[in-house]
């Protein structure tokens, strides 16, 4: 099979490489994918994607800081690109991704700093404590003089990955790596090229080493039972971690029972609040504009830290100056957003076209073309604003702001910063997982929770000597 170009003659599928237990496999390529977006992948062996659990994995006994050096020295790989195998990504990327090719370059040309030392002992010590309960058997004191001991056990773990973000697969690999235990990398269809990028960088630095050796990375169809039914069995695998949207999610919950636990980075929206403060002055509403901007486009507003529904305390006047200046700062480049984002669905346009008709109840600034959309209604939308569209809401006070914030409000964004100490209690109530200054969404510092939860120590198996 083969696609077609504009000018009728045939064009190279898109050739999507698998590594299997760190090695490159070189398998018998399969067609995937339809017209337009056919790519060829290895066929898979299932045999070869889960490790005996008659056996510890490869990385089992290796000492924390071995890993850490490792990881480091990885992203410095990465940094460099000497082998060009993120370049080969990149390349490659651009033909699957919905993200403009400037904003995947810069996303990958900063992969590395997932990889720093820092960075990488904030989570050890965070979420876990120390390394002592991942090397070894850490003691505790019980009450009437008991004492026992626990350890963090390296655990067996799929991962279904999202594509939204390259930054989805570094991470993985970095708590994978950490963990000591044995990884399985689903690759979505947006993103077929990251991840093993990253795992033949580390193989390159540290060939055979037990770390890399405990990685596979394969596609196949997501939801198909011939390989989902095989693999995700308590037998050859402790958690599923799966990313994505509603869908994605329900289709994991199929195969969850004793001894197959899910871990869930399900979907999120995000929201901003605005303070009557930043009307105080002209160049006070210039910095929340432009903070509320970068909240709105991170990732052209394909992250689930974006901010789609904004919150402006004050009178439906303030809130139209306001969201004239947000729509400006909408159409800037940003380090993951690019100027223009794709344009606004028909759908979409046909709910805002609606809305346009509605004055002074409803009003619309910015056009169809992506580079930035804003309405400001008395009520939140309907519709779910995607693709560099913000709905901007006044309110009377920021705490009635927190009646539209839910268990799928992930991140909201606050200004000033003096206003989060009384709003985060009933923001947290509610079921929201972050809280930030605004125009600090965009990335997770390493260490702290995620959705909710420490993903290493969820990531775990727990196991006690009593």
Not at 125 to 146: C, F, I, K, S, T
Not at 182 to 195: E, G, I, W, Y
Not at 205 to 221: C, D, I, N, T
Not at 425 to 438: E, H, M, N, P, T
Request: glycine content about 10%.
């Amino acid at each position: 099979m083969s696609t077609t170009t504009l000018h009728g003659a045939p064009a190279a599928e898109t050739e999507v490489v698998h590594v299997v237990r760190g090695e490159v496999d070189h398998g018998s390529p399969i067609d995937h994918g339809r017209a337009g977006s056919a790519f060829t992948a290895p066929a898979l062996d299932l045999d070869r994607l889960v490790w005996p659990r008659t056996e510890p994995g490869p990385a089992f006994h290796v000492p924390v800081a071995e890993i850490v050096d490792l990881l480091v020295e990885t992203g410095e790989a990465l940094k460099a690109d000497r082998e060009g195998l993120l370049a080969e990504a990149l390349d490659r990327m651009a033909r699957v991704s919905p993200l403009p090719a400037e904003v995947l370059e810069r996303a990958y040309a900063l992969l590395w700093r997932s990889f720093q030392r820092p960075g990488l002992y904030a989570q050890i010590d965070h979420e876990l404590g120390g390394a002592d309960a991942l090397d070894g058997w850490r003691e505790v004191r019980l009450p009437e003089n008991r004492t026992a001991a626990t350890r963090a056990f390296p655990p067996r773990l799929v991962h279904i990955i999202a594509g939204n973000a390259p930054g989805v697969a570094a991470m993985s690999v970095v708590r994978g790596a950490l963990t000591k235990g044995v990884n399985l990398l689903k690759l979505p269809s947006n993103d077929l090229f990251t991840a093993t990028a990253i795992l033949r960088t580390m193989a390159a630095v540290a060939p055979g080493h037990p770390v890399v050796r405990s990685f596979s990375a394969v596609y196949w169809r997501g939801g198909d039972e011939a390989v989902e039914s095989v693999l995700f069995r308590p037998q050859f695998f402790d958690k599923l971690v799966a990313w994505g949207g509603e869908a994605t999610i329900r289709g994991a919950l199929r195969y969850v029972g004793p001894g197959f636990e899910l871990v869930s980075f399900d979907p999120k929206t995000s929201i901003s609040l605005i303070g009557r403060e930043a009307f105080e002055s002209p160049e006070s509403l210039a910095r929340a504009a432009d903070a509320g901007a970068a909240d709105a486009t991170f990732f052209n507003q394909q992250a689930c830290v974006a901010s789609r529904f904004q919150f402006v305390e004050g009178s439906w006047e303030d809130a139209d100056r306001y969201a004239a200046l947000l729509c400006e700062r909408l159409g800037v480049a940003r380090e993951f957003s690019s100027a223009a984002g794709p344009r606004v669905t028909a759908a979409l346009r046909e709910e805002i076209d609606v809305l346009r008709s509605l004055t002074p109840e409803y009003r619309v600034w910015g056009g169809y073309d992506g580079r930035g959309l804003v309405i400001r209604s008395p009520e939140p939308v309907d519709f779910h604003p995607d693709g560099k569209i913000v709905d901007v809401v006044p309110v009377a006070e920021l705490t009635e702001a927190v009646a539209h914030a839910g268990v799928a409000t992930q991140t909201v964004g606050v200004y000033p910063d003096t206003r989060k100490a009384d709003l985060r209690d009933a923001l947290a109530c509610a079921g929201v997982q972050r809280v930030v200054s605004l125009g600090k969404a965009g990335g997770m510092p390493p260490g702290l929770s995620h959705d909710g939860f420490y993903p290493l120590q969820r990531l775990m198996r727990w196991v006690n000597d009593e």
